[in-house]
Nanobody, 127 residues
Framework: QVQLVESGGGLVQSGGSLRLSCAAS????????MGWFRQAPGKEREFVAG????????NYVDSVKGRFTISRDNAKSTVYLQMDSLKPEDTAVYYC????????????????????WGQGTQVTVSS
């Protein structure tokens, strides 16, 4: 079992920045690739960004490339999502998730591959 706790959400103006954190506990953090997903009202949950087990590979949805940066600190069992140049369309509940994989460089973008999820943190971007 892995417990994930997100923090760092809030209200920000368009063009602003936020940094989300997700602290993991319960199992060996480096056994998991980590991902950030988001879900806006009335929409399906979508992949935002992912990072491989040791940080060697990252992946982003096209809409956030160049604006968001995912990183992880394995010593702290924490994954981060730095969000810059935020837009109103980034408004959503953001979830971190853990994907148990034996492959060190895999980053998967499909929700069903992820085994554990946090409770989510709200990000609201005003225009």
């Amino acid at each position: 079992q892995v417990q994930l706790v997100e923090s760092g959400g809030g209200l920000v103006q368009s063009g602003g920045s936020l940094r989300l954190s997700c602290a993991a506990s319960g199992r060996t953090f480096t056994d998991y690739a980590m991902g950030w997903f988001r879900q806006a009202p009335g929409k399906e949950r979508e992949f935002v960004a992912g990072v491989s087990r040791f940080g060697g590979r990252t992946n982003y949805v096209d809409s956030v490339k160049g604006r968001f940066t995912i990183s992880r600190d394995n010593a702290k069992s924490t994954v981060y999502l730095q969000m810059d140049s935020l837009k109103p369309e980034d408004t959503a509940v953001y979830y971190c998730a853990a994907d148990r994989t034996s492959i060190s460089l895999v980053v998967r973008a499909i929700t069903s591959y992820y085994d554990y999820w946090g409770q989510g943190t709200q990000v609201t971007v005003s225009s």
